[in-house]
């Protein structure tokens, strides 16, 4: 049964100018080891890193019916194929399917959150 849609859309020189700003600090407070170990420090890096902002973001909203989550509970992954995932830190009888988009100056990701059989 499908239990929420959420999606988020985040200006990719708002998460910039935080990492620029706050470094470390802004990176442990909303990305889990596992999501920067996935994104490489070249081109795009931003991007990616405002595209998992905003998954977040979305994943909170498509479950906000359902359970309080913070950004650190969701850790957003790549699937061989390119394709995202989710998977939370809490134990939670909840499956996301996910979409992510980026383009220079902005990234949207939309979620969709079903409860699992
Ligand atoms: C996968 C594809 C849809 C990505 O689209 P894009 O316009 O290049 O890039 P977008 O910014 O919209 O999307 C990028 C995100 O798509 C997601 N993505 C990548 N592969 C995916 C897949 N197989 N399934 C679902 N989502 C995928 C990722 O989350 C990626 O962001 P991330 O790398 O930061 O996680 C695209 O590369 C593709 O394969 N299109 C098929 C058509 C084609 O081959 N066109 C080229 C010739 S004209």
Redesign the pocket.
């Known amino acids: 049964m499908i239990i929420g849609i959420g999606i988020d859309m985040v200006k990719i020189e708002k998460i910039q100018s935080a990492i620029e700003r706050l470094g470390e600090a802004f990176l442990k407070r909303v990305f889990d080891k596992k999501e920067l170990k996935n994104i490489s420090k070249g081109k795009?890096y931003y991007?990616?890193l405002a595209?998992r902002f905003a998954a977040k973001e979305a994943v909170i909203k498509a479950i906000s019916k359902e359970k309080p989550l913070a950004l650190t509970d969701i850790i957003i992954l790549?699937k061989p194929?390119?394709?995202?995932y989710c998977e939370f830190k809490k134990k939670l009888n909840i499956e996301i399917f996910l979409?992510?988009?980026?383009?220079e100056d902005y990234a949207v990701a939309c979620a969709v959150a079903q409860r699992r059989r």
């Open positions: 795009m991007q990616r595209a790549n194929n390119g394709a995202p979409s992510i988009t980026h383009l």
